[in-house]
């Protein structure tokens, strides 16, 4: 449960954050009116009074795309940056598992030919061998 929630889970909900939070009515930071009670009686002047101004929206977005861009010391899932084991079965272990890895990937990659919008979040290379924030 650890290596999922620092790895697969972690890449699900951080790497594509600036993608969809970059255009700030997806993920606005914050309201400056509550939002609407009742359906049908929002114009676009509530609406653009509702959400952030220019500052806060820069801010927000600053954030998304720092939390959200690849790290300088990115290992993907599966690779380990030193060499940790070098007895038989866990080095075997270890090379299995990238091969698993690497399979997936070009599955994905496969599937993602076919997409307008591909789905890359979860491709083994684009995800951390754990939170690298």
């Known amino acids: 449960m650890v290596i999922f929630t620092a790895s697969a889970q972690h890449a699900a909900v951080n790497n594509g954050q600036f993608d969809f939070g970059g255009w700030m009515p997806n993920y606005p ?13 929002t ?25 959200s861009k690849d790290s300088a010391d990115h290992y993907p899932l599966g690779h380990f940056p030193e060499n940790l084991y070098d007895e038989d079965v866990p080095c075997k272990l ?32 684009n995800v951390d061998n754990s939170v690298a924030i």
Do not use: W
Not at 29 to 41: I, N, Q, T
């Open 29 to 41: 930071s914050a309201l400056r009116k509550p939002p609407p009670k009742e359906k049908g009686h």
């Open 43 to 67: 114009t676009e002047d509530t609406i653009l009074e509702t959400l952030p101004d220019v500052s806060t929206t820069v801010n927000g977005m600053a954030v998304l795309r720092l939390l």
């Open 94 to 125: 270890i090379e299995e598992f990238q091969k698993d890895l690497r399979e997936l990937s070009d599955l994905i990659e496969e599937r993602n030919k076919k997409l307008e919008l591909p789905y890359t979040y979860l491709n083994p290379k």
